[in-house]
Every structure is written in structure tokens, then in C-alpha cells.
């Protein structure tokens, strides 16, 4: 039997004016007690709501930051960096007979094709620290 139960109890068998005030003072009190709790409860939960949505986002950045460094894992094992600029594999143990960009690993190419002296430039605006000339000792220190 709980103690609302027994105080019921109490006062339909010995009843009285003061035993009424006083299970009243003691209802007023619990109901005071649990107005409070619901207020912490509701305190607590708004700050979970909130700590909910930054976790979200916070997963969401996470999830962008994995899918990038995948990418990046990939682009890693198609291409291999010497020299700032990079090589891409052929499939076949070799690489294509181009220089890519060390920034945006887009294909670059030289102002004539042909001049040593010409360095590789990107669209982007990158361009090689090696030349032309040089591009075929680069290549044959390729692993
Ligand atoms: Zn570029």
C-alpha cells in the first residue's frame, strides 16, 4: 500500500478537520516537490535537445571529413606525387604520358609542347618547379 493510499485510508477511518489539513499540507508539499521536478526535467531535456543538435552537426562535419579523406585515400592510390606535381598510374605498371597539378590534380601542359625550358602550368595557376627537360628524368624515378 502506498503512502497517498495509506493516508486515504487513514482519513476515511478516522477523519477529522485536522487529519483533512494535514493530508492536505502533505499533498500541496508532493505536489510542490513534483512541480519542481518537472521543471529540472524540463530544464535538462531543453539542454539535451540542444546538445542533440550540436552532436548532429558535429557527426554531419565528421561524415563530410571521412568522405573527403576517403577521396583523398583514392586519389593517393591513383596518383604518385614527385617533384610538387603529380604522376597518374596507367593500370599497367606505368604512368600517363602527362604531368598533373601538385594543388588541383588536374592535367597541366607547357606553353609549346616541346621547348626544355617551359615549366607544366594548371588552369589553376599552379605550375611545376621542374621544366620540360626535366620531365623525363622525374619520370624514371618514378616508383
Ligand atoms: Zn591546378
Not at 478516522?14 to 508532493?30: N, V, Y
Request: one cysteine or more; glycine letters at 8%.
Amino acid at each position: 500500500m502506498g503512502l497517498l493510499a495509506s493516508f486515504d485510508a487513514l482519513i476515511r477511518e478516522h477523519g477529522s478537520a485536522s487529519i483533512l489539513k494535514d493530508h492536505l499540507a502533505l499533498l500541496r508539499e508532493q505536489i510542490a516537490a513534483l512541480e519542481n521536478k518537472s521543471s529540472v526535467l524540463s530544464n535538462e531535456n531543453a539542454i539535451l535537445k540542444r546538445d542533440k543538435l550540436e552532436l548532429q552537426s558535429q557527426l554531419e562535419n565528421a561524415n563530410m571529413t571521412i568522405r573527403d579523406l576517403k577521396q583523398h585515400v583514392n586519389d593517393l592510390g591513383e596518383f604518385t606525387e614527385s617533384h610538387g606535381a603529380y604522376f597518374k598510374k596507367d593500370g599497367n605498371g606505368g604512368y600517363h604520358n602527362a604531368v598533373y597539378c601538385g594543388a588541383c590534380k588536374s592535367q597541366t601542359a607547357t606553353m609549346t609542347g616541346r621547348n626544355p625550358r617551359d615549366v607544366f602550368r594548371c588552369k589553376c595557376g599552379w605550375q611545376t618547379s621542374f621544366t620540360k627537360g626535366m620531365e623525363t628524368q622525374i619520370r624514371q624515378s618514378l616508383p
